[in-house]
């Protein structure tokens, strides 16, 4: 069943709570990589995650979707026609541009697709520069700019596609064309575990499904800085937080992510 509102959830904890209300589906057409971790971290979240990424059903699949997920890890050519018909579904959708900048197949793919407008980008700040044409990407997967410097990336892109960007990294910063919210703290072990960041971008289609975009990118941003930071105060390594971030996702009370937005201001 497809839960959409239009109206604004104005706190993480409202939004968290409607998603578990509303166990959302959840289409991801993500990187071969991450698929595991992510359907797990969906799971553990509350949202009812499926990998439908073959043409000829991704399209029909993100139609009774409550958002939906594109991200560029490996960009098969199957994975590439699934992605174009399941943002032409007229489902919100998050595009997350895995390494974007130097490789030219994931580039012009993630340029061609925000003429779809998809409601949310979430990339580091990397990402977000060279998507807006202004940086020519990182290294690899790894950011190697800071989320302050992207704010007039994500600030264009967000004018451009009408949606919200999320810049991801020591400080979470998410705009839209009017608003801007910082979502501070998190583990750096986030970074350690492979899915940490596309999972991210998949929370954010699930809260699409029960939020407006800014709301739901802010809401995601926070969820994932209080799990990791209470995953990572009982752990010893990358291994055992992978398995305690799922068990701090599924813990999480609505409560537990009060102020954890620092500011949001009008440009």
Do not use: Y
């Amino acid at each position: 069943m497809v839960v959409r509102t239009s109206s604004s959830l104005s706190t993480p904890a409202e939004a968290l709570r409607a998603l578990r209300e509303a166990t959302p589906l959840t289409q991801c057409i993500t990187n071969a990589v991450v698929t595991n971790f992510t359907a797990n971290a969906l799971l553990a979240l509350g949202a009812s995650p499926a990998m439908c990424d073959i043409p000829g059903e991704a399209g029909l699949f993100a139609g009774i979707s409550g958002g939906v997920l594109v991200n560029l890890g490996t960009p098969t050519s199957e994975q590439r026609d699934a992605a174009r018909e399941a943002v032409a579904a007229g489902t919100p959708w998050v595009l997350d541009p895995v390494a974007v900048g130097a490789l030219p197949v994931r580039t012009a793919l993630a340029r061609e697709l925000l003429d779809a407008h998809p409601a949310i980008i979430r990339g580091n700040a990397s990402e977000i520069l060279a998507l807006a044409g202004t940086g020519a990407g990182g290294r690899g997967v790894d950011a190697t700019d800071s989320p302050e410097n992207a704010l007039d990336a994500a600030r264009s892109l967000a004018l451009r596609t009408g949606g919200t960007v999320a810049v991801s990294g020591e400080t979470d910063i998410i705009v839209d064309a009017d608003r801007t919210a910082r979502v501070s703290g998190g583990s750096a072990l986030l970074t350690k575990v492979t899915g940490g960041g596309c999972a991210l971008g998949a929370a954010m289609a699930s809260l699409l499904a029960v939020a407006t975009a800014f709301d739901a990118a802010t809401a995601a941003s926070a969820i994932w800085a209080v799990a990791s930071e209470r995953a990572a105060s009982r752990t010893r390594g990358p291994g055992s937080f992978a398995v305690a971030f799922l068990d701090e996702l599924a813990a999480l009370q609505p409560a537990n992510l009060e102020g954890r937005v620092d500011d949001e201001v009008a440009r």
